[in-house]
């Protein structure tokens, strides 16, 4: 049996009639920029989300790298994050002039350490982005508590959490969050997309003039900007796919459930703790194990396709050396970058899969 990581292909297969329904209606139109699938998508998706507005981009990296710029964070500025990301978290924070600062995550959670914030913050820091990794909401009270105090904005890395709830609230649980709609997302383009979703209406605007060129009136340009929009078609289809969410939800849960308990009894493995605040999205389901390298590699072996999400922490990679972080410094980061693994995941798999995978790391572990 071949199990792969994730299966688009099934999902597409599914749901074909209804995206070649939507594609043939882009092509008929011939609107490939802007246009009402875009309006209707971020209308319905700022619903979904709870916010006033969603603003359609081109990436999720673009998400975060805009967000940043429309508060006005740049050079000089310091931003708080987590070192277990992927790198886009930190990068765009560089990537406006700012200087990412990181804390470390808290190991039932995975996220950032709430705890651990305040000795962060500097005169220079700016802003706080919590990462709502793996598709579980960072427990967000005493991070805006902490922003209050310290009057820091807060941007939500929702890009592994569409749908998530903390306390029964959908995220972003502040004002604004960055999705990303990479195809292999809990709702994911044909392509790369994004958003940001927001209550803040002049975040919104610089958002559409910042994704444009500067402009949202033609051959207007009031400032300089970027070319980040989501393309009319990526739109038409993640309408599409938006209409499924809570029932792929419900699925990556269920497989969740699955394996928790065909896992549960193997003392060798760490399972995903979903937290008492938490609505977990299983983007990712992600377990520790012992001997992880050589588990992946007989999963491998036997068909079965892992990730490991991330193998190096931020602050060790090689884009990051400059700024002098070593080995030691987020001990809890480092630690589960060397046994976590993250299990085949997707709404489309079944039962029979995960008993599969399951029987085999039992199997590996009874060798
Ligand atoms: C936590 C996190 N942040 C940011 C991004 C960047 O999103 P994109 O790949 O759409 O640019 C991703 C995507 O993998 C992500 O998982």
Redesign the pocket.
């Known amino acids: 049996m071949i199990i792969n990581f994730v299966d688009l292909k099934r999902q597409n297969k599914m749901y074909k009639k209804e995206f070649i329904e939507v594609i043939e209606q882009v092509f008929d139109n011939a609107v490939f920029i802007d246009g009402e699938p875009l309006e209707q998508f971020e209308r319905n998706f700022a619903a979904f989300c709870n916010k006033k507005y969603a603003v359609g981009l081109n ?3 673009d998400a ?1 790298f805009l967000t940043l710029l429309s508060h006005g964070i740049g050079r000089g500025d310091e931003v708080i994050t987590a070192p277990n ?2 790198i ?2 930190a990068m765009t924070v560089s990537n406006v002039g700012a200087e990412p600062v990181f804390v470390d995550v808290d190991s039932k959670s995975y996220n950032i350490d709430p705890t651990k914030i305040e000795a962060a913050i500097t005169k220079r820091t700016k802003a706080i982005i919590p ?1 709502h ?1 793996y598709g579980q909401p960072a427990d967000m009270d005493p991070i805006i508590a902490i922003a209050k105090k310290y009057n820091l904005i807060i941007i939500e ?1 929702c ?2 959490a569409h749908g998530a709830k903390y306390k029964g609230k959908k995220v972003p649980a502040g004002k604004t969050g960055a999705f ?3 195809p292999g997302k809990n709702v994911g383009a044909f392509g ?1 997309g ?1 958003a940001v979703v927001t209550n803040n209406w002049e975040i919104k605007e610089k958002l559409e003039y910042l994704r444009n060129d500067g402009s949202i009136k033609k051959y207007v340009h009031a400032m300089f900007g970027y070319k980040s929009r989501l393309d009319t078609l990526q739109a038409a289809i993640l309408n599409v796919k938006l209409k499924h969410l809570d029932d792929f939800t419900q699925k990556r849960r269920q497989h969740a459930n699955i394996y928790n308990k065909l896992l549960s009894s193997i003392p060798q493995i760490t399972l995903p703790k979903e937290m008492e605040y938490a609505y977990h999205v299983y983007h990712i389901y992600m377990i520790q194990a012992q001997r992880r390298d050589d588990l992946g590699k007989f999963l491998k072996e036997k068909g079965v396709k892992t990730v490991i999400h991330y193998p190096t922490p931020i602050h060790l990679q090689k884009a990051y050396k400059s700024m002098g972080y070593k080995k030691g410094d987020f001990p809890i980061s480092e630690q589960l970058a060397k046994s976590i693994l993250s299990l085949p995941m997707f709404p489309e798999l079944t039962y029979e899969e995960i008993n599969y995978i399951c029987s085999l790391i039992r199997e590996f572990y009874d060798q």
């Open positions: 990436s999720g990296t975060l990301s992927y886009a978290t990462v990794l890395d890009c592994q990303s709609f990479y790369d994004g």
